[in-house]
C-alpha cells in the first residue's frame, strides 16, 4: 500500500522561509518521479515543482523559479520543498504526489497524492 505523507507546514511571515518534506512508502521511491502541487481556497489545483526519480531533472512553475527548491533523498524515501522568500500568492494546501516514469507538471497523470499540509504566509 503506497503511502505518501507531507509534514513542514505552518505559518510563516512574507519573506521567510519553510521546508516541506514528502516521506514515501511501499513503493519503489527511486522509479517515481514527485511533485509537488498546491491549491488555495477557491482556486485549480496548481503545479509547483516536480523531480525526476534520480533528481537530476527538476522543473518548477514559473512564479516559484528562484524562491523554491525541489529535492529528494532516495535513501530515505523522501522529497522535499524548500520554500524561500514566501508571499501571500503561496498560501495554500501542499500535496505531493508520485508517478511511475517520467516527471510531469499535469496532475490529472500522478498515481499517488498524499492527505496535504496547510502554509500560511502572513503580511
Known amino acids: 500500500q503506497v503511502q505518501l505523507v507531507e509534514s513542514g507546514g505552518g505559518l510563516v511571515q512574507a519573506g521567510g522561509s519553510l521546508r516541506l518534506s514528502c516521506a514515501a512508502s511501499g513503493l519503489t521511491f527511486s522509479r517515481y518521479a514527485m511533485g509537488w502541487f498546491r491549491q488555495a481556497p477557491g482556486k485549480e489545483r496548481e503545479f509547483v515543482a516536480a523531480i525526476s526519480g534520480s533528481g537530476v531533472s527538476t522543473s518548477y512553475i514559473g512564479s516559484v523559479k528562484g524562491r523554491f527548491t525541489i529535492s529528494r533523498d532516495n535513501a530515505k524515501n523522501t522529497m522535499y520543498l524548500q520554500m524561500r522568500r514566501g508571499g501571500g500568492q503561496d498560501t495554500a494546501v501542499y500535496s505531493c504526489?508520485?508517478?511511475?516514469?517520467?516527471?510531469?507538471?499535469?496532475?490529472?497523470?500522478?498515481?499517488?497524492w498524499g492527505q496535504g499540509t496547510q502554509v500560511t504566509v502572513s503580511s
Open positions: 504526489a508520485a508517478r511511475e516514469g517520467r516527471l510531469k507538471n499535469d496532475y490529472l497523470i500522478y498515481d499517488y
